[in-house]
C-alpha cells in the first residue's frame, strides 16, 4: 500500500529564512510522482511543486525546491526565503497510475507559520 | 480564464437529506476525482472518473454517489446514507489519469444540521 508521512505538525520560521518540510513516502510501484500543495485558510489546494519518480535532478519552481532522494523515499519541500503568504497548511502527495487512476494520497500535512 | 468551479461554496442539509455538489472544469481534462477533507487531516478519495460515463469508487464511496454525463461535469450526490457528512468537499481534474498535477475547485464546505 502508497503512504505519505509528514512527521511535523507545525513549522515556525522567521521572515525571509529558508524552511524544509519533511516528506517520506512508501511505494512498491516504479513510477509514481510526489507533490507538494499548499492550503491557505480559505480552503483551496494551490500546486506547489511535481518530482516524478524517474526525474534525476530535483524540481524547482521559484522559491520552492524538491530535495529528492530516492533511495530514502524522502521528498522534501524547501521554501526559500520566506514570505508571511507562506503561513499556511502544506501537505505533501503521491500518485500512480497504477492505483485508482492516479488518485493522490496525501499526508496529514504540516502547518507552517512565519513570523514577522 | 480554465479552471474548476465548485458550488455552492457553503452547504447546510438537514439529516436524511440527498443534497448534490457541483463540479465544472473547462480545462478539456479527461480525469476528475472527488476528495474529502475532515478537520486536520488530508484529503480521502471518494469517487473518480477517467473518461466520460465512467466512474469508479475511490477509498470511502459508501453513501455517495456521482455521474460524468459530460466531460466538463462532475457532480457528487451525498445521500442521506452517509453516517457523518460533514466535511469540506473538494473536485479535482487532471489531463489524464495520473498525468501529473490535479488541479483543485474552491470546495464546499457541507454542514449537517
Known amino acids: 500500500a502508497q503512504k505519505i508521512t509528514q512527521t511535523q505538525p507545525g513549522m515556525f520560521v522567521q521572515e525571509k529564512e529558508a524552511v524544509t518540510l519533511d516528506c517520506t513516502y512508501d511505494?512498491?510501484?516504479?513510477?509514481?510522482?510526489l507533490f507538494w500543495y499548499k492550503q491557505p485558510s480559505s480552503g483551496e489546494m494551490i500546486f506547489l511543486i511535481y518530482?516524478?519518480?524517474?526525474?534525476?535532478q530535483n524540481a524547482t519552481e521559484g522559491r520552492y525546491s524538491l530535495n529528492f532522494q530516492k533511495a530514502r523515499k524522502s521528498a522534501n519541500l524547501v521554501i526559500s526565503a520566506s514570505q508571511l503568504g507562506d503561513s499556511a497548511m502544506y501537505f505533501c502527495?503521491?500518485?500512480?497510475?497504477?492505483?485508482?487512476?492516479?488518485?493522490?494520497?496525501f499526508g496529514q500535512g504540516t502547518e507552517l507559520s512565519v513570523k514577522p | 480564464d480554465g479552471g474548476i468551479t465548485q458550488s455552492p461554496k457553503y452547504l447546510f442539509r438537514k439529516e436524511g437529506q440527498n443534497v448534490t455538489l457541483s463540479c465544472e472544469q473547462n480545462?478539456?481534462?479527461?480525469?476528475m476525482y472527488w476528495y474529502r477533507q475532515d478537520p486536520g487531516q488530508g484529503l480521502r478519495l471518494i469517487y473518480y472518473?477517467?473518461?466520460?460515463?465512467?466512474?469508479q469508487k475511490g477509498d470511502i464511496a459508501e453513501g455517495y454517489s456521482v455521474s460524468r454525463e459530460k466531460k466538463e461535469s462532475f457532480p457528487l450526490t451525498v445521500t442521506s446514507a452517509q453516517k457523518n457528512p460533514t466535511a469540506f468537499y473538494l473536485c479535482?481534474?487532471?489531463?489524464?489519469?495520473?498525468?501529473?498535477?490535479?488541479?483543485f475547485g474552491p470546495g464546499t464546505r457541507l454542514t449537517v444540521l
Open positions: 472518473s477517467q473518461i466520460v460515463n465512467d466512474f
Open positions: 480545462l478539456n481534462h479527461d480525469a
Open positions: 518530482q516524478g519518480s524517474y526525474d534525476e
Open positions: 511505494t512498491s510501484d516504479q513510477s509514481y510522482g
Open positions: 502527495a503521491m500518485s500512480s497510475i497504477y492505483n485508482q487512476g492516479g488518485k493522490l494520497i
Open positions: 479535482a481534474s487532471s489531463i489524464v489519469p495520473g498525468g501529473g498535477e490535479q488541479f
